[in-house]
């Protein structure tokens, strides 16, 4: 069984060693990018970490993975979805890659500091000091994995994937990619304090 699943990936990669080979340069060059703008690979402190769930404290945004990921595969899902209206005539693997390029933009716009000051004062998160490059390597990835999974999906599936992740994220961390979306653009004081309320006691 585990010798076929490896004859299996390793056919997969020989078959699409190119696309590969141009997703790991986006990540690393997106990498490279945030390197020379100032971020950490690690973050401020230094530590690597899987997994951060309070979205209060100074670490996130800085471990692999954090409730904001969930936004970053949304994000896969509606690029797959915005490329295959705008260019379904290409190939797959092109509109992969113009996804991943579309999320490599965003991952170094946000984390300028003209995005971080914004998140600081509009927002909830008050003391981001933006992502560190693991954190922006996984959000790429994420991408990736959301871009796949509405290429595999029905429409209704993926709907109600996207559905369920920004309802889960909205009672468990008041947050998800809608409220992000409007606190940046827009900010709404009730959305805010009731954003804030949810802050644990000191």
Known sequence: MLQSRLLAVRE??????????ICATIVVVTGAVELWMGRTFL????RFGIWEGD????????????????SHLIHG???YGLLWLAARRLPV??????ALLLEAGWEILE???IVIDRYRTATIAVGYVGDSVLNSMSD?????????????ARVWAIVATIVAMELTTLFWVRDNLTLNIIMLLHPIDAI???????????
Request: aromatic share 12%; with cysteine.
């Open 77 to 79: 899902m509606l690029f």
């Open 192 to 202: 805010k304090a009731w954003q804030l309320a949810g802050q644990p006691l000191p």
């Open 43 to 46: 973050g401020p402190d230094g």
């Open 111 to 113: 984390n300028s500091p």
């Open 93 to 98: 693997s092109r509109r992969l890659i113009g």
């Open 55 to 70: 979205i209060w404290c100074s670490e996130m945004s800085q471990r692999f993975l954090d409730p904001y990921s969930c």
């Open 12 to 21: 997969f990669v020989k078959r699409h060693r190119l696309l590969i080979l």
């Open 140 to 152: 790429l990835l994420m991408v990736v994995i959301g871009f796949s999974f509405a290429l595999r």
